[in-house]
């Protein structure tokens, strides 16, 4: 499967890299990229990143950095994104993709009246909401009118950030937060193409914790029943369908497109 925008000479950066969706997505769109492209993976797991990298061609230059998002600031970000951008800079590049998939569930066990830690709010909003709204503003530093290199922004969403859930207000919250800056992103920058990709119910390490840990018990046993009944997706399921919706284009920047969406 191939996709026009992740063709030719491309400067990729991944969040989340070292596993679940955020793994798979670098693996799959490395395979498209042209000869040259440069491919910067971030998460905090360092062992995780180097098995990621090596999956990928070798017809790449593919650099990581292993850093926590939700402390890093914006001249930390900057370094490691000029680091992997070379002497050459970005006006090398025809394409220049960012994927924010970094991210947590957050605490799933409890109701609202219960989150009242000030500390626990700012962490999560911290990597989930700040973390990327910044490193998107780093980003479109270096890649910016001037280069003129086609430019797309993907942020992994989830129902959750358009549909309530009960024991999930971190997640559901965050998602909201994050993906309404995207859409207020798109609208001033109509030159960038901007999607909201929900991925639906994936096998990764947040499937289990909350068929294991939510505290409400309709929704324990909703997704249960989605991994006993086969529902559950893979990550090469959800991806490839990214891949197709990229492809297809039938959305309007800043549009949340979900995995089952026609």
């Excluded at 971190?170 to 990709?197: D, I, S």
Aim: a neutral charge.
């Amino acid at each position: 499967m191939s996709a026009p925008l992740l063709s030719g000479k491309v400067f990729l950066l991944v969040t989340g890299a070292s596993r679940g969706i955020g793994k798979q997505i670098t693996e799959s769109f490395a395979t498209l990229l042209g000869n040259g492209s440069v491919v910067l993976l971030i998460a905090r797991n360092e062992n995780g990143l180097k098995e990621t990298a090596q999956k990928l061609p070798k017809s790449l230059s593919v650099h990581t950095a292993s850093m926590n998002l939700s402390v890093a600031t914006a001249d930390e970000l900057k370094n490691v994104v000029r680091k992997a951008l070379g002497s050459e800079g970005a006006t090398q590049f025809e394409k220049a993709i960012i994927i924010h998939n970094a991210g947590s569930l957050g605490d799933v066990s409890k109701p609202t009246n219960d989150m009242k830690d000030l500390t626990t709010w700012r962490n999560y909003y911290d990597l989930n909401v700040f973390s990327p709204a910044i490193l998107n503003g780093v980003f479109m530093e270096f890649f910016n009118e001037d280069t003129k290199v086609t430019r797309l922004v993907i942020n992994i969403t989830s129902l959750c950030g358009i549909q309530p859930s009960k024991s999930l207000a971190y997640y559901c919250t965050g998602k909201a937060a994050r993906e309404m800056f995207f859409k207020v992103f798109a609208l001033e920058n109509p030159e960038v193409n901007v999607l909201n990709y929900s991925p639906g119910p994936v096998e990764t390490d947040m499937q289990q914790v909350l068929r294991k840990n939510l505290g409400d018990a309709d929704g324990k046993k909703m997704f249960n029943d989605f991994k006993a009944s086969g529902s559950v997706l893979t990550t090469e399921q959800t991806v490839n369908r990214l891949i197709e919706i990229l492809k297809l284009q039938n959305y309007k920047s800043g549009d949340h497109v979900d995995y089952y969406d026609k």
